[in-house]
């Protein structure tokens, strides 16, 4: 009799791994070629840091992909089981330039490409449950993990702010402690180990920084999306440690 674990194929995780890779990668690379020819890559300190900083990620991404992640590869043919944890590397690695608004950007294919993710991502936990000692902390994990992804927030340009290089400042260093966050946790899915996701430091960097974040935009622009999210992170974490302390002590 086959096994469960077995009905859902290392192969299909990493395809669609690859198409978050690839669907992410050209829609950041046609805005920085658009951008480019428009002469708007270093129109300001803004748009030039954040050039620089999508340019280095998607770069980095593909030195991972084309070198740290030969097992990868070899899983798209069923021939080998993927490296998750590199691969969950390489996935927060690009993940910096998707959080970076830049000229061109196009939010719908950038969103596709987070499904694709969000996607591997579940069929990864479906892989696992069948031989998880809990498949409700596994599950729960899931949705708290997707929800935390939702409240990174993305770097925007504001510099209608009096504090506006203080903000963009604090954008940044936010937005990467949380991509840095997220990938262990994603490294801890994928890997096995995602039984209890509910980890008290990303969650304090993620409750902290977008606290900030918003109180600093606010006279700006409330961003509503990671104002709902960030709550909805919150509601999730304290519910499923208070479930987890009930589930241990049956």
């Keep these: ?40 890559l270093f129109a300001d300190s803004f748009e030039g840091v954040a050039s620089v900083t999508v340019s280095l990620s998607l770069l980095s991404a593909v030195v991972l992909l084309a ?31 998707g959080m970076i608004h830049t000229e061109y950007t196009v939010p719908g294919i950038q969103f596709a490409s987070y499904g ?20 409700f902390g596994l599950w729960y994990s899931l949705g708290y993990l997707t929800v935390f992804s939702m409240a990174i927030p993305v770097v925007y340009k504001h510099y209608s702010l009096t504090n506006a290089i203080l903000f963009h400042v604090m954008e940044y260093l936010v937005m990467l402690a949380l991509v840095f966050s997220f990938a262990l946790m994603l490294r801890r899915l994928f890997s096995g180990r995602g039984e209890n996701l509910l980890l008290w430091i990303p969650f304090a960097i993620m ?38 302390a009930i589930q241990n002590k049956s």
Aim: proline letters at 2%; charged letters at 15%.
């Design 207 to 244: 409750a902290i920084g977008d606290t900030v974040i918003l109180l600093m935009g606010w006279t700006a622009e409330v961003n509503t999306f990671v104002l709902i999210f960030a709550v909805l992170s919150v509601i999730v974490f304290i519910l499923g440690k208070i479930i987890f």
């Design 116 to 135: 694709m993710l969000i996607a591997a991502m579940i069929l990864r936990v479906i892989q696992l449950a069948p031989e998880s000692k809990n498949r």
């Design 67 to 97: 070198f740290f992640n030969k097992y990868f590869w070899k899983s798209l043919t069923g021939k080998a089981k993927p490296d998750y944890s590199m691969m969950s590397i390489t996935a927060g690695v690009i993940l910096v330039s």
């Design 1 to 40: 009799m086959t096994n469960v674990k077995n009905k859902v194929p290392h192969s299909v995780i990493s395809w669609f791994s690859l198409l978050y890779f690839v669907i992410l990668f050209a829609e950041r690379l046609q805005s920085l070629v658009r951008a480019a020819t428009a002469n708007q």
